[in-house]
């Protein structure tokens, strides 16, 4: 009789269970995909056939050997190069449209707004846009920014079907999605899943949705869509090694997809700020060394000279803490807090240098497509003699002065460069011609007071070494050691 009440509390667990399970079964998208599958539209591109000049060199030395050997023209071609302007074989007349590329795409007002990816429509000379009901027009481009992937079209209609925008902030790993689109040119083409992750970083300015939702080629500029028929990002890139899906997609936030769009509404073009810095993550290492208590922020790597970031007294070993009052965890989120501010607004910014914060003032520039740091030589004259009298210290490192010349140069004040790297200099990445800019909290003024701090190191704690390679500073973590001499 024991054994029978013992197993009833089993029993109910197991039905409770059984209960459970039932609630949480698979959902039913067939009233979902009625409501928003009539808006979302298949994207064909094609390109104009422009005139070649005499065509391609293999063609007309496979006439001349034709000619020559033979006595005959190429066969399916005259025997001379090919004119101006004439047809190839196999290619049509010179004007005449051929097919580009085929892609996905959504509705997103009834007067004809549609939305897609950049890469869908870049470099066509006509778009259309085909609706389920068959429906096709050319559709024009208000515009498209490939640093998000985002372009706008759109096409001479009314009355059109079109999808609601939801919360991409209100995500959750989990929940069931839905994709609509052209894979492989299949029209209408419906896939689910769930939400993988949020937050995933592929990209300077976005943020993507991870999700297995079967995405191909083609699916490109359609909708991922919430149980609520909601559209929560634009399906955009697939992580694969065959070109096909493999189990892993990512589509951008719907509420950064919205933020490109409404510039390109109102401007045709989206503009961004910049304050000119090159940055990377903030490691555990380089925060405890550093005695910041945590990984977070951006470390800034390089400063563009002349730059918002130069002007403002940011320096290259600085960890960006806060940009106009909101806090940074890692340093991808920097690049899209300032390319949210507007070109030439002063906001504060604060920053950790050598174990204290501090508040600056920074005026955002302009982002250009082609700005870039330009790289320096960092490498600067060895005193070869000093070096073979020198001895590794217990970084590993020997270390030379830099001419005056040079430190202007390279715009920096002071600092060492590196002859020799072995033991823990070597292990962590440290090579010859590497500047040392700073250890720990203090700056390197020369190879003598560079080895005295070294001497000072406490051999069980991790020193933080601030090392300039071209025009990019990076926080090494070292332990000090003994290193035998060569």
């Known amino acids: 009789m024991a054994a029978i009440l013992a197993f009833a509390p089993l029993v109910a667990e197991v039905s409770h269970a ?47 050997f034709f000619r020559r050997f033979f006595g005959v023209p190429m066969p399916g071609a005259p025997g001379t190069p090919t004119p101006p302007g004439a047809p190839r ?5 010179q004007g005449e449209e051929q097919s580009r590329g085929v892609g996905s795409g959504f509705v997103i007002s009834q007067d004809g707004y549609v939305m897609t990816n950049a890469h869908v429509v870049a470099d066509a000379d006509t778009i259309y846009v085909t609706l389920p009901d068959k429906r096709e027009f050319k559709a024009r481009l208000i515009g498209s920014d490939k640093r998000t992937d985002v372009a706008l079209l759109k ?6 079907p079109k999808l609601t925008l939801g919360d991409s902030d209100k995500v959750r790993a989990g929940e069931w999605v839905l994709a609509i689109g052209s894979p492989f040119g299949l029209d209408n083409s419906v896939t ?3 939400v993988s992750a949020k937050g995933r970083d592929t990209g300077d300015y976005l943020p993507f949705i991870q999700t297995d939702v079967a995405v191909n080629p083609g699916n490109s500029g359609g909708p991922l869509i919430n149980l609520r028929g909601e559209v929560i990002g634009i399906n955009s890139q697939i992580y694969s090694r065959s070109g096909g899906y493999m189990g892993i997609s990512f589509a951008i936030p719907i509420d950064e997809a919205m933020r490109v769009t409404e510039q390109l509404k109102a401007n045709g073009k989206v ?4 304050i000119a810095v090159a940055i990377g993550d903030v490691t555990k290492e380089v925060a405890d060394s550093l005695g910041l208590g945590r990984a977070r922020g951006a470390l800034v790597g390089s400063v563009e ?32 807090m300032v390319g949210d501010i507007k070109p ?28 870039k740091v330009k790289a320096r030589n960092g490498n600067a004259p060895r005193d070869d003699g000093a070096a073979q009298a020198a001895k590794p210290n217990a ?16 715009k920096i004040k002071s600092g060492v460069e590196v002859e020799q790297a072995d033991g823990p200099a070597q292990r962590a990445g440290i090579r010859p011609g590497d500047i040392i800019l700073r250890l720990g909290d203090s700056d390197v003024t020369s190879p003598r007071q560079f080895n005295e701090l070294v001497k000072g190191l406490d051999k069980g704690k991790i020193a933080a070494v601030f090392v300039r390679r071209g025009d990019a500073t990076q926080v090494l973590t070292l332990r000090p050691g003994t290193v035998s001499s060569r």
Do not use: H
């Open 271 to 274: 503009t961004r700020g910049r």
């Open 89 to 93: 074989r196999g290619q049509p007349p």
């Open 305 to 336: 000279p002349g730059g918002p970031a130069e002007k403002a007294g940011i320096e290259a070993g600085d960890i960006i803490l806060k940009f106009n009052g909101r806090d940074i965890e890692k340093a991808s989120d920097l690049p899209r």
């Open 395 to 410: 970084l590993g490192l020997i270390v030379n002065e830099i001419p005056d010349a040079k430190l202007k140069e390279l």
């Open 192 to 194: 689910a899943g769930i």
């Open 18 to 64: 059984q209960a459970a399970a039932q609630s949480y079964g698979l959902p039913d998208f067939t009233d979902l995909v009625d409501k928003t599958g009539p808006a979302v539209v298949n994207i064909r591109t094609t390109e104009r056939v422009r005139a070649r000049g005499n065509g391609s060199p293999d063609d007309d030395e496979m006439a001349e």
């Open 155 to 160: 096409v001479d209609a009314t009355g059109l």
């Open 344 to 371: 030439g607004t002063r906001v504060p910014l604060q920053l950790w240098r050598k174990g204290a914060t501090r508040d600056v003032n920074i005026t955002v520039a302009e982002l250009d497509a082609d700005t």
